[in-house]
């Protein structure tokens, strides 16, 4: 376990992590786009 974390502090952020957390950032746009969308829809009807 303590190594895990040694090695883990260690690693620089790899392609693959930036690619990730572009992609979860790019969820998170649409996911409160849609909210947005859905109480537009709310108030709407």
């Given at each position: ?30 996911i409160?786009?849609?909210?947005l ?9």
């Open positions: 376990m303590s190594n895990q974390d040694f090695t883990r502090k260690n690693t620089k952020p790899t392609a693959h992590d930036k690619q990730k957390r572009l992609a979860e950032e790019e969820l998170g746009k649409r409160s786009r849609l909210q969308a859905l109480k537009k829809e709310k108030i709407l009807n």
